[in-house]
Nanobody, 118 residues
Framework: QVQLVESGGGLVQPGGSLRLSCAASKSHFVIDIMGWYRQAPGKQREMVASITSGSDTNYGDSVRGRFTISRDNVENTVTLQMNSLKPEETAVYYC????????????WGQGTQVTVSS
């Protein structure tokens, strides 16, 4: 089983930047997709960005051009660089990974709080 641990959340002013990191536990599983989701109070969880093992990326419409996702396939880590942050992006950010174990398996981190406020 793969476990995910996030780091890097915190408080940032509007227009500021923050970097989130996520590390997957070492295992023999090959992780296909890694990414980030977020959930604000009273809202549904939404996809922020994802990246495949082949480095194909996908971004939510609201973050494209401001956020950058990257990945280290050797260390099984994924990083989200967030620039020009807005107050409405205050949320709990969750790391996500999809891997194959006799079928597709989704796993989630515990979440890290990002607060954008002056």
């Amino acid at each position: 089983q793969v476990q995910l641990v996030e780091s890097g959340g915190g408080l940032v002013q509007p227009g500021g930047s923050l970097r989130l990191s996520c590390a997957a536990s070492k295992s023999h599983f090959v992780i296909d997709i890694m990414g980030w989701y977020r959930q604000a109070p009273g809202k549904q969880r939404e996809m922020v960005a994802s990246i495949t093992s082949g480095s194909d990326t996908n971004y939510g419409d609201s973050v494209r051009g401001r956020f950058t996702i990257s990945r280290d396939n050797v260390e099984n880590t994924v990083t989200l660089q967030m620039n020009s942050l807005k107050p409405e992006e205050t949320a709990v950010y969750y790391c996500h990974a999809e891997y194959y174990d006799r079928g597709s398996v989704d796993t989630w981190g515990q979440g890290t709080q990002v607060t954008v406020s002056s």
